[in-house]
């Protein structure tokens, strides 16, 4: 599975949590029987009186997906060198960052129109949606010494798996059967000079997975054999009941996560990521 680094990059918890609320405890026993303390608590106080949970809505609603304008955006790659290996990148990442361009996707050929389907890792000083952009960016680069460079029409993304992203403040609507993010922003899963994300509704189901090669040790709290829906009901129950322990456990429903859809919502969970 390809991965692409930029803005962002992966989160574990345990570097998360060190992050925002110091050394996480050494003592897991007394954590863990704590959280399905709060988690039991907050199953009763839901059954017991759900109306006085607003966030909560018992209703059906639809959830569906449409990444038609996502797939029908042409992009071109300012391409400074392409590899085999995602690996041999990291050098000419390196130069790029050190001459200042630190926004520089690394590229999977197969997942674009236009680029070649046997697959290559190719550096990216910048996808934009902009020909006029992309013209203007490859000047900067072959001023700052890559000579090599070029601008290439890299037509529509048709990978797999999308980005989408919680900044924490958007409402999400828990039932028995599912999970809505509501109005979060939905983008290919690279890093773009001039493309805007969708503003959308996601649904994740029962039967959504996490992909086998997920690290499932990224996603706070998660418990052996857990599904989506079950992971992501854990951390709401928290939050809502207990917010401190929340966040000392790593925000985990905040970030940018990558998954693949089908026509109702979330199939698989592909990985978590932070901004930089």
């Excluded at 503003?199 to 989506?228: C, H, R």
Aim: aromatic share 14%.
């Amino acid at each position: 599975m390809k991965k692409s680094f930029g803005r962002i990059v992966a989160v574990s918890l345990s570097l998360f949590a060190l992050c925002a609320c110091g050394n996480k405890s050494s003592n897991e026993q007394p954590v863990t029987e704590h959280v399905t303390k709060v988690i039991e608590e907050s199953r009763v106080a839901l059954k017991e009186s759900p109306a006085s949970i607003s966030q909560i809505v018992q209703k059906e609603s639809e959830g569906k997906i449409d990444l038609t304008e996502l797939k029908e955006r042409e992009y071109y790659g300012i391409f400074v060198a392409a590899y085999k290996t995602r690996e041999e990148c990291a050098k000419t990442e390196a130069e790029l960052e050190k001459a200042g361009f630190i926004f520089n996707p690394v590229v999977y050929t197969p997942d674009f129109s236009k680029l070649n389907p046997e697959p290559y890792y190719a550096v990216c000083a910048d996808l934009c949606v902009s020909k006029e952009q992309a013209d203007k960016t490859l000047a900067d680069i072959k001023k700052a010494g890559f000579k090599d460079a070029y601008v290439k029409a890299a037509g529509t993304y048709i990978g797999d798996t999308f980005w989408y992203m919680r900044y924490g403040n958007e409402d999400i609507e828990v039932t028995d059967d599912y999970v809505i993010f509501h109005d979060v922003n939905v983008s290919i899963p690279y890093n773009t000079y001039d493309d805007e994300a969708l503003t959308m509704d996601i649904k994740v189901g029962q039967d959504a997975e996490f992909d086998k090669s997920a690290n499932t040790s990224n996603f706070g709290l998660y418990n052996e054999g857990d599904t989506p829906y079950l992971w992501i009901t854990r951390n709401y129950n928290l939050m809502q009941y207990d917010p401190d322990e929340y966040v000392i456990k790593g925000n985990a429903l905040s970030g940018i996560f990558e998954v693949s859809f089908d026509e109702t919502g979330v199939s698989k969970y592909y990985g978590i990521y932070w901004w930089d």
